[in-house]
C-alpha cells in the first residue's frame, strides 16, 4: 500500500498562484508516476499534471499537463522524499476544485484524501 498525505490549497484570489506538495509512504519504492488530478461538482476527476518518478529510468522526470493549466503549471518531484509538487499561476474561478494526489505503482493507482482549492475574491 501506498499512503499518500497532500498539503497546500484553501482560499486563493483570482490571478494569484497555488502551491500544492504531496509527500508518498509505505510502499514508495516502485512508484513509476505522480501527479495532481481534479474534480469539481458536476465534472468528471480530469487530470492537472503528471511527473514520471522512476529514477534511473529512460522517461525520468518527463512531464504532462492537462490541457485547461497548459502554460500555468509546474510539477516536479523530489524522488530521494518520494515528494511531488505543483505550482500553477494565475488561477481563476474554473480551477476551484478538490485536487488530489495521485501515485501509480506497478498499475495500482493510489490516492490521497484531496485538499479543497477555491478561488474567488
Known amino acids: 500500500q501506498v499512503q499518500l498525505a497532500e498539503s497546500g490549497g484553501g482560499l486563493v484570489q483570482p490571478g494569484a498562484s497555488l502551491s500544492l506538495s504531496c509527500v508518498a509512504s509505505?510502499?514508495?519504492?516502485?512508484?513509476?508516476?505522480m501527479g495532481w488530478y481534479r474534480q469539481s461538482p458536476g465534472k468528471e476527476r480530469e487530470m492537472v499534471a503528471t511527473?514520471?518518478?522512476?529514477?534511473?529510468?529512460?522517461?525520468?522526470?518527463?512531464?504532462f499537463y492537462g490541457g485547461p493549466v497548459q502554460g500555468r503549471a509546474t510539477i516536479s518531484s523530489d524522488n530521494s522524499k518520494n515528494t511531488v509538487h505543483l505550482i500553477l499561476n494565475n488561477l481563476n474561478p474554473d480551477d476551484t476544485a478538490v485536487y488530489y494526489c495521485?501515485?501509480?505503482?506497478?498499475?495500482?493507482?493510489?490516492w490521497g484524501q484531496g485538499t479543497q482549492v477555491t478561488v474567488s475574491s
Open positions: 495521485n501515485a501509480r505503482r506497478f498499475g495500482l493507482d493510489y
Open positions: 509505505g510502499n514508495a519504492a516502485g512508484i513509476a508516476a
Open positions: 511527473i514520471v518518478t522512476n529514477p534511473g529510468g529512460a522517461n525520468d522526470g518527463t512531464t
